[in-house]
């Protein structure tokens, strides 16, 4: 018969190896999601294949060779060996600097995701009996909008007795759409949505077209501010003679 206390030991134990095969498990599928695989390629010494086709520094095609002859290739030229196409059979690797090249790689990516234009639907209501003031007012958000390239959703809504004269609304889209035909064009004719009538304006200027313009406004206030900065006043610049003609003045004559 076993003792109580070896009984109690040997459950313990066994509890404990079951908690860390189900770890394990998971960090296993955990891995073959995707959690642990890297992004950034292998370099140097984490290429652990026995040949690969390897590209010179200029883009030159050296050919076939054993790692360790690509490994002394590398640390000849004082470059790093860097795998580029892990899945070629053999893998394909090229002598290059790894520090400059990812930081070139980041670079590009942030200027182009500083070009990137995205396309946003801006959204104007208005009623169908507004007063001409607020359509002003209300035509100037549409003019700005499609300025800086944007789509502008434009709606009327409907109250009441509003319901059964859906022209009111028709002719007011139709004046705003010519109103500002020479930036924007109707991209979604009108058409009634329950109680609304819903009209959609595209810009004649690409998003990227308005964002290069914007840019070129804002460094041309720029420039002239730090040029307002920069010039002498006018007091400065009446100074300066007076202070010239009294310098000979403050001289004494040695005769």
Not at 69 to 91: H, I, N, S, W
Request: with cysteine; proline share 6%; aromatic share 6%.
């Amino acid at each position: 018969m076993s003792r109580p206390g070896h009984f109690c030991s040997s459950g313990a134990v066994g509890l404990d190896v079951i908690r860390r095969y189900a770890a394990v498990r998971q960090a296993v599928a955990w891995c073959y999601r995707g959690g642990s695989i890297s992004a950034e390629p292998r370099i140097n010494d984490r290429i652990r294949v026995p040949e690969v086709r390897l590209v010179g520094p200029s883009g030159e095609q050296v050919g076939i060779v054993p790692l360790a002859k690509a490994l002394e290739l590398a640390q000849e030229y004082d470059l790093d060996l860097v795998e580029v196409a892990a899945t070629a059979r053999p893998p394909v690797c090229k002598l290059m600097d790894y520090g400059k090249f990812k930081y070139e790689s980041a670079m590009k990516a942030r200027e182009a995701r500083k070009n990137q234009a995205h396309t946003v639907i801006k959204e104007m209501k208005l009623r169908p009996k507004i007063d001409p003031h607020d359509y002003d007012t209300k035509k100037g958000h549409v003019v700005r909008f499609l300025k800086q390239g944007d789509k502008v959703k434009i709606t009327i809504m409907f109250r009441g007795r509003e319901q059964s004269r859906p022209e009111l609304g028709f002719r007011l889209l139709q004046r705003l759409a010519s109103d500002v035909e020479d930036l924007g064009f109707i991209e979604s004719n009108p058409k009634q949505d329950g109680r609304n009538m819903i009209m959609v304006l595209g810009p004649h200027k690409k998003k990227t077209e308005a964002m290069a313009e914007a840019r070129e406004a804002q460094a041309a206030r720029k420039a002239e501010r730090q040029g307002t900065t920069d010039a002498p006043s006018e007091g400065e610049t009446a100074e300066a003679p007076a202070d010239a003609a009294e310098a000979p003045a403050e001289t004494p004559s040695e005769a």
